[in-house]
Nanobody, 123 residues
Framework: QVQLVESGGGLVQAGGSLRLSCAAS????????MGWFRQAPGKEREFVAA????????YYADSVKGRFTISKDNAKNTVYLQMNSLKPEDTAVYYC????????????????WGQGTQVTVSS
């Protein structure tokens, strides 16, 4: 029912910035939240950030707090992830997802996923 289209990934040097976008089809106001996750080769998918549709409450992993900012445009059904002061350890495939209910930090609680966009940070 919901399709997610991501953009903004690429190659950047350490200390640089990127902004990821995730456009969701249909109305997502009835969902609880949109989240960003990432997965590096050989590692589990991990929570990065999330934002609720109704109130705009934000949540961040400790590893990105202070460097990344999640935001949304309700009219466009679009969520953004501004990534500053990027580090090589931020290199991963980044996924956006829609959650209708559940724990905001749990990968398994999200119902629809994008195909992912590659972010590579060189040292």
């Amino acid at each position: 029912q919901v399709q997610l289209v991501e953009s903004g990934g690429g190659l950047v040097q350490a200390g640089g910035s990127l902004r990821l976008s995730c456009a969701a089809s249909g109305r997502t106001f009835s969902s609880n939240a949109m989240g960003w996750f990432r997965q590096a080769p050989g590692k589990e998918r991990e929570f990065v950030a999330a934002i609720t549709w109704s109130r705009g409450s934000t949540y961040y992993a400790d590893s990105v707090k202070g460097r990344f900012t999640i935001s949304k445009d309700n009219a466009k059904n679009t969520v953004y992830l501004q990534m500053n002061s990027l580090k090589p350890e931020d290199t991963a495939v980044y996924y956006c997802a829609v959650q209708y209910s559940g724990n905001i930090y749990y990968t398994s609680s999200y119902d629809y996923w994008g195909q992912g966009t590659q972010v590579t940070v060189s040292s």
